[in-house]
């Protein structure tokens, strides 16, 4: 940019006041050498040398042109290489001596500027980028195979199949098929009801009145919730080095299960979560969606710089815009423009002003039940609270504390104590300082409440000791607490809100917070479509933006990830970025045709869902057939199904499952359960309370599992799960020796194959056939065939063999006494239920 910049303004303004000579000779010289100039402040700090005002001024070391003295002209410096450290260009060749001494001539010669000269701001040219181009609806081809069509996505997907002379692999059986449906649907294996209804269900439709029903499951929300907050980087803890929990966390998660179970247009899911608290007349619901931009990282300690973090969490929900729904790698533009894309710096920056405008707000989000009980509680809690207040003057306190901390906002290094305790504001609570610069008017009850809780805990912070023990501060704290002991509960979420007066915006040199360079408005990359035309766009014009038919990426990403996840890899496999860098699509016309009538649809994910799991495509058996190994190692060309590993959550769901042990409830708080030992001690400064959840709720889901960023559930994160840290748009899948010693070893697992063998015992008629069999259904939803009877039959002898001379070892690998069992045999069925549950087809999706 630096290059246009000087193109524009040296060549096409310098020229008339030099020579024609002077013309002719230095334009090619900088169209050839100068494009790839990336001078420092150039671009960044908003300099034009088209603009005489901009040049004379300079950059921030100062002036890029002195007329009559180009030894104090910093162009002349960088072209000359004068400073080794800054060269214009930076690669490629230099100029010569006698392009520089044209350049010093003119400048010496008084730079002159034509007065109404200002040639054209250059903009980038529109990319020829397949991602870039609007979203094209084509025809299904015609194909030789037309039975094998039961939609519209086996037309695109056989056609080049045909092309490439490759027959599709048959359809899967009855069984593999339910089960994969289950698992990709609802998240969870058949339960032999389900798979028997299915099988005795001769219907020509039967197989779609299966999806149906999956569909509806409310177990659905949750399968498809676990994707995305893969993306929205959800976690239960701030992050850095204290990584203090966040126990609301939990409410943005259950927006996301309801969200999905309803169908919410993909649209509206994304406004919501982009800007719900800008709607007009936001309801509560709509508020907690917006807590989307909470999952970033949180820095609490107490010596950072509180603008330094506030830069880092508005960089971090820039870039999340850029992975989640435009598929693009835009943090490459923090610092300079991206190598590859047609986005600037300026570009991020203009993205990022959407974001800049924001600070955290917490508020009141209650389930339903809750309000009745609350309201019934709040006016005796209140009557009583208020009166120690009052008591204790706190309302003249506050006031003198709010007027200090304000001054303190505008008056830093005055006072010491007043600066550490508005730094320590603005650290400890999301939102704080935005509300002391708020008026006490515009504040909420429920922010005027944290307010002055605030205060009470933290009055010694620029009141001192010796003011608190005159205010009988530790008297009132335990007053309070023994009246807050009946403080009326709702539940809350975690939510944004626009921020009193709007921040400007400056593009940061070289991404650096430290070193703002030129303003820049809210705007959206040129090579995309256009904002509409508002005097003041939000985040709700953003959010509009971005689920606009004529936006070409975000309908494109979305069913692409939903191809993903049917299918194990994208139509575009790096499903993170849609950019030069990334992949083109394996069907190009496929993706265009199911990215239009997802829009066609109304944006519904469901009715995508249901279309994809209807198609032959996705019935294809998955046996890898030997003339494809060669030719198409990798399935792209989609000629049979994927195989492949559940992801973490799934493997643990499955063992309690089959176990019986799983907990289905849906929704509500995260647990805890059982951690190994010494784990939580990894935390810093062994800081992490891991407070084990006890009876039933243990087994929920694997969804509920409490995410700490620094030390993460070891059983999820040995099978991939993200770190939360970043977007995750595609989990990887590793093969590694800790995930079987973890399958054969964790409590939990262990726990579960007694459960399974418990199951078995009574649940199954007596003999061994009989309670294999039920185990292998409930496994893998299948019966054994007879060379695997033969295997388990010769592993269970060998285990009571073993068994018998080993009481005490029989006792502690299945401890449960079951009526008409002998102790030996009912462990060695847990022997063989740990092999169930480490079997290579139970731990995969066929």
């Known amino acids: 940019m630096a290059s246009r910049v000087l193109l524009s303004g040296v060549l096409a303004l310098a020229a008339p006041a030099a020579s024609v000579d002077f013309a002719r000779q230095v334009e090619p010289i900088f169209r050839a050498r100068c494009q790839v100039c990336h001078g420092p402040e150039v671009q960044q700090n908003g300099l034009r040398l088209d603009r005489r005002a901009d040049a004379l001024r300079g950059g921030y070391s100062g002036p890029v042109i002195v007329p009559g003295a180009s030894a104090e002209s910093k162009l002349i410096r960088l072209v000359s290489g004068a400073d080794p450290k800054l060269i214009m260009p930076p690669v490629g ?4 001596a ?10 010496d010669q008084g730079a002159v500027w034509p007065e109404s000269g200002e040639a054209a701001e250059v903009r980038p040219k529109l990319s020829r980028h397949w991602s870039f181009q609007p979203v094209v609806r084509r025809e299904p ?9 039961r939609n519209p996505i086996d037309a695109f997907v056989l056609a080049r199949l045909e092309k490439e002379a490759i027959d599709p692999s048959p359809e ?35 197989y779609e009145r299966a999806v149906d029903r999956l569909l509806a499951s409310p177990h659905y929300g949750e399968k498809w919730a676990r994707h995305w907050l893969d993306l929205a980087r959800y976690a239960d803890s701030d992050g850095y080095e204290s990584d203090l929990p966040r126990p609301h966390a939990w409410r943005y998660r259950q927006w996301v299960i309801e969200a999905l179970n309803r169908d919410l247009p993909f649209d509206q899911f994304t406004i919501e979560q982009l800007a719900g608290d800008l709607l007009p007349n936001a309801a509560i619901e709509q508020k907690v969606a917006a807590g989307f931009h909470r999952n970033t990282l949180t820095n609490r300690e107490g010596g950072v710089d509180t603008e330094q973090f506030r830069v880092e969490q508005v960089i971090d929900r820039t870039n999340t815009l850029g992975t989640v729904w435009l598929g693009l790698s835009v943090n490459c533009t923090q610092c300079h423009d991206h190598k590859y894309d047609p986005i600037t710096q300026k570009e991020y920056y203009q993205l990022y002003a959407f974001f800049n405008t924001m600070q955290e707000s917490d508020l009141d989000a209650p389930l339903p039940g809750e309000m009745g009980p609350y309201l019934a509680a709040r006016p005796s809690w209140e009557t009583r609270r208020r009166a120690l207040l009052e008591e204790y003057r706190m309302a003249e306190l506050q006031k003198e504390w709010e007027e200090n901390l304000r001054y303190t906002a505008a008056n830093p290094g005055q006072s010491a104590a007043w600066d550490r305790a508005w730094k320590f504001l603005g650290n400890g609570l999301s939102g704080f300082q935005g509300m002391i610069l708020l008026e006490e008017a515009l504040r909420t009850a429920k922010q005027r409440e944290q307010l002055t809780d605030y205060l009470i805990q933290r009055f010694n912070e620029g009141f001192g000791k010796e003011r608190a023990a005159a205010a009988k501060i530790d008297e009132l704290r335990k007053k309070l607490k023994e009246v807050d002991a009946t403080r009326p509960v709702v539940s809350q979420a975690q939510s944004v809100a626009e921020f009193g007066e709007p921040r400007r915006t400056r593009l940061l040199v070289r991404g650096d917070f430290r070193n703002p360079g030129m303003e820049v408005t809210p705007a959206v990359p040129a090579v995309l479509d256009a904002l509409p035309k508002e005097p003041k766009p939000s985040r709700l014009t953003l959010a509009r933006w971005v689920v606009d038919r004529n936006n070409p990426l ?22 993170e970025d849609f950019g030069a860098q990334g992949e083109r699509p394996s069907h190009p016309e496929l993706l265009d045709w199911l990215a239009s009538e997802f829009m066609d649809r ?20 998955s046996r890898v057939r030997p003339e494809l190994e060669s030719r198409d190692p990798d399935n792209i060309l989609i000629a049979r199904q994927a195989r492949l590993r559940l992801p973490a959550e799934l493997v643990r769901d499955s063992a309690l499952y089959a176990a019986g042990l799983l907990n289905t409830a849906i929704g509500g708080r995260s647990i805890r359960p059982p951690l190994p030992k010494g784990v939580a001690e990894l935390g810093y400064a062994g800081g992490i309370r891991w407070e084990e959840t006890k009876g039933p709720e243990r087994y929920r889901r694997g969804l509920y599992i409490h995410f700490q960023r620094t030390v993460p559930y070891p059983a999820l994160m040995n099978f991939d799960t993200p770190d939360a840290f970043l977007s995750c748009s595609r989990r990887q899948r590793t093969n590694t020796p800790l995930q079987a010693l973890n399958l054969l070893n964790e409590p939990m697992f262990f726990e579960a194959a007694q459960g399974l063998a418990l199951r078995v015992l009574k649940e199954a008629p007596a003999g061994f056939a009989s309670r294999l069999g039920y185990a292998w259904e409930l496994c893998v939803a299948r019966r054994p065939e007879p060379r695997e009877v033969g295997r388990m039959a010769a592993l269970f002898e060998k285990q009571v063999d073993i068994l018998r001379g080993e ?9 449960h006494p079951v009526d008409g069992v002998e102790p030996v045999e009912a462990a060695a069925w847990a022997a063989a239920a740990r092999v169930l549950l480490n079997l290579d087809e139970f731990l995969h999706r066929e």
């Open 172 to 206: 899967a059986d009855r069984i593999t098929l339910f089960r994969r449906l289950s698992l990709d649907l609802v998240g969870l294996p058949p339960a032999r009801a389900e798979m028997a209804e299915f099988l005795a269900d001769t219907r020509p439709d039967a």
């Open 554 to 575: 975000t309908a494109r990403v979305t069913v692409n990830r939903m191809w993903q996840e049917l299918f194990g890899r994208g139509l575009v496999r790096t499903s």
């Open 807 to 815: 009481a005490k070892e029989a006792a502690a690998l299945f401890p």
């Open 98 to 107: 006698a392009e520089v001494a044209a350049l010093r001539a003119w400048i």
């Open 602 to 621: 109304g944006w519904s994910m469901k009715q995508m869902h249901r279309l994809i799991v209807t198609s032959a495509t996705y019935r294809q058996a």
């Open 141 to 149: 081809p015609a194909v030789r195979l037309k039975a094998r069509v």
């Open 93 to 96: 060749p230099r100029l010569a």
